[in-house]
T-cell receptor
Framework: DGGITQSPKYLFRKEGQNVTLSCEQNLNHDAMYWYRQDPGQGLRLIYYSQIVNDFQKGDIAEGYSVSREKKESFPLTVTSAQKNPTAFYLC???????????FGAGTRLSVL | KNEVEQSPQNLTAQEGEFITINCSYSVGISALHWLQQHPGGGIVSLFMLSSGKKKHGRLIATINIQEKHSSLHITASHPRDSAVYICAVRPNTGNQFYFGTGTSLTVIP
């Protein structure tokens, strides 16, 4: 089965801690995205990557970091600099930048 | 500022009713994407369109580029259609999508 897998489903962060959200896809897609969803707001783009070893900041990149060492994987690190990390995080991929996006099931991050 | 506005925000319908969800946007776009988000949070792509109309089963999406408006219709609605429906647009100037806040649909048996 092709798809996007995000893990974990739920994640808790202590103050001052960095946490990493996993996103893996086996769709052979070049482009991958990370979004943040808050209640009452539309999805907002954190980072995106069009190709391995390359990524660009989205609208709300501050306090986050990413890597794209493999085509299949695009992990997101929520750093201690992100002062309001509680949100639902969604990873997506598309065969080309700007194409139809396929989403993972999401990770819900809360602060302890 | 949100370049994408959806209406209504919340919608309750009886099973079998015809449903319309609207999406308006303020910029020139190259594509519009309709998505469905289930209560668990997972998002599924329904349609991507840049002109005219697309149909899949009981779902129909239309777009009027001149009026900067799109509608998603559901015929013969069913409780399993209960979800949040999200509209997203891709402006002419780039490849990033901008998302509306969604329309929460509840279909009552």
């Amino acid at each position: 089965d092709g798809g996007i897998t995000q893990s974990p489903k739920y994640l808790f962060r202590k103050e001052g801690q960095n946490v990493t959200l996993s996103c893996e896809q086996n769709l052979n897609h070049d482009a991958m995205y990370w979004y943040r969803q808050d209640p009452g707001q539309g999805l907002r783009l954190i980072y995106y990557s069009q190709i391995v070893n390359d990524f660009q900041k989205g609208d709300i990149a501050e306090g986050y970091s990413v890597s794209r060492e493999k085509k299949e994987s695009f992990p997101l690190t929520v750093t201690s600099a992100q002062k309001n990390p509680t949100a639902f995080y969604l990873c997506a991929s598309s065969s080309q930048e700007g194409g139809i996006q396929y989403f993972g099931a999401g990770t819900r991050l809360s602060v302890l | 500022k949100n370049e994408v506005e959806q209406s209504p925000q919340n919608l309750t319908a009886q099973e079998g009713e015809f449903i319309t969800i609207n999406c308006s946007y303020s910029v020139g776009i190259s594509a519009l994407h309709w998505l469905q988000q289930h209560p668990g949070g997972g998002i599924v792509s329904l349609f991507m369109l840049s002109s005219g109309k697309k149909k899949h089963g009981r779902l129909i999406a239309t777009i009027n580029i001149q009026e900067k408006h799109s509608s998603l219709h559901i015929t013969a609605s069913h409780p399993r259609d209960s979800a949040v429906y999200i509209c997203a647009v891709r402006p002419n100037t780039g490849n990033q999508f901008y998302f509306g806040t969604g329309t929460s649909l509840t279909v009552i048996p």
